[in-house]
């Protein structure tokens, strides 16, 4: 979730995944999908999807111009031209494509962790990624540990945070939870 240009869809099905992969932003979601175009031999493997991951609502989403591929999140609004666009959660994304044994759940979803983490659909995942954020703009979304309490609560006992980024930002603001049964 958080699918970008495909980069991430396009490595996960090199290593021989099967990936659904979301992003809200439309001008992202077609560059993703030209760079999946682009490789024929994963293409049959990638399911892109112009959704946002969240909640089962339609919400409003940032826009990035073309050629601007900086990070978009539904918490930052202000001045931005907007679409809609339908916000999925994962309980429906398990439905809607019948995952029954869903191995990762790789989120970069820009401040809706702390909204998808409240989903008890991440309990079927082997192993969970999120990259995390605690606040945008100046408005705080929430605390690492809330992600990290959470996890545990689904079964996740192996949990490890680091820094993903050379961001100078400190790890209890941002950085990445990975955390595997």
Excluded at 105 to 134: H, P, Q
Excluded at 165 to 181: K, P, Q
Aim: glycine share 8%.
């Amino acid at each position: 979730a958080g699918g970008f240009i495909g980069d991430t869809a396009l490595y996960y099905a090199y290593r021989g995944a099967r990936v659904y992969s979301f992003e809200p932003d439309t001008n992202l979601f077609n560059l993703a999908l030209q760079n999946i175009k682009l490789n024929p031999e994963l293409s049959d493997k990638i399911i892109m999807k112009n959704y946002a991951i969240g909640k089962d609502e339609i919400i409003e989403f940032p826009l990035n111009p073309y050629g601007e591929g900086g990070p978009s999140s539904a918490y930052s609004l202000a001045g931005k031209k907007t679409i809609s666009v339908r916000s999925v959660s994962i309980k429906t994304i398990l439905e809607e494509f019948s995952i029954y044994d869903p191995f990762l759940l790789d989120l970069d979803i820009k401040g809706k962790e702390f909204e998808v983490v409240n989903d008890e659909a991440i309990s079927r995942f082997k192993m969970v990624r999120i990259e995390y954020i605690t606040s945008i703009d100046g408005k705080k979304l929430g605390d690492r540990q809330e992600l990290i309490s959470k996890l545990k609560e689904y079964g996740f006992n192996k949990i490890r945070i680091f820094k993903h980024n050379e961001f100078a930002l400190d790890l209890m603001d941002h950085g990445t939870i990975e955390a595997v049964r």
